[in-house]
């Protein structure tokens, strides 16, 4: 691993604390937060095509994402991935 800011350690430290606990402690500490979490357009996007679900999907994960103070961004400022044709 390369060396990064002390808040890339701490990060770090805290995702392996949280995958160390079972889900419903996970489900309770992140319940239990005071601040919010948000996910950027370009992740949102991603997420979608990794996937490969419709935006309706999206909006059930989003609705229960919601629940847990993880707020995504909304489908107008998620860009729109397309397949072009190689010509």
């Not at 601040?35 to 949102?44: A, E, G, K, N």
Request: hydrophobic share 40%; proline share 5%.
């Amino acid at each position: 691993m390369i060396a990064g800011t002390s808040k890339d350690s701490f990060n770090l430290q805290t995702s392996h604390i949280m995958k160390s606990c079972d889900q419903a402690v996970r489900e309770e500490i992140m319940r239990g937060m005071n601040s919010t979490i948000s996910v950027p357009p370009s992740h949102v996007a991603a997420m979608k095509s990794c996937l490969n679900i419709p935006w309706y999907l999206l909006r059930d994960i989003r609705r229960w994402l919601g629940t847990f103070n993880v707020k995504l961004a909304s489908e107008e400022t998620t860009p729109v991935l397309t397949c072009q044709s190689v010509q």
